[in-house]
Nanobody, 124 residues
Framework: VQLQASGGGLVQAGGSLRLSCVAS????????LVWFRQAPGKEREVVAG????????YYVDSVKGRFTISRDNAKNTVYLQMNSLKPEDTAVYYC??????????????????WGQGTQVTVSS
């Protein structure tokens, strides 16, 4: 499975962006999917995750109510809709996948596949 993330960019505080991550391969519907981010000088953190069916999601407290993760299994794509962006959301955002579908809120060692990262910069 290969993951390709896109959708990052520069936006003013209060603005919105939608990240996309397209996966190759036929097993997309079996994957647990997650978005991480890493800001300069900080550790990588889980931002949001979604289970295989899409029925369960996880959000880190700092993005609850502002970010929404979703998946379209027909398009092999997971999305991260980011609204009301803040300067502290500035980071490189990565999508990752767990091939067993069990992890969508776990630390980074739980994931088997990673995308290349997309930069999100929020100006004040």
């Amino acid at each position: 499975v290969q993951l390709q993330a896109s959708g990052g960019g520069l936006v003013q505080a209060g603005g919105s962006l939608r990240l996309s991550c397209v996966a190759s391969g036929r097993t997309f519907s079996m994957l647990g999917l997650v978005w991480f981010r890493q800001a300069p000088g900080k550790e990588r953190e889980v931002v949001a995750g979604i289970n295989r069916s899409g029925a369960s999601q996880y959000y880190v407290d700092s993005v609850k109510g502002r970010f929404t993760i979703s998946r379209d299994n027909a398009k092999n794509t997971v999305y991260l809709q980011m609204n009301s962006l803040k300067p502290e959301d500035t980071a490189v955002y990565y999508c990752a996948a767990d091939r067993n579908g069990n992890s969508y809120a776990a630390p980074e060692h739980a994931y088997d596949y990673w995308g290349q990262g997309t930069q999100v910069t929020v100006s004040s």
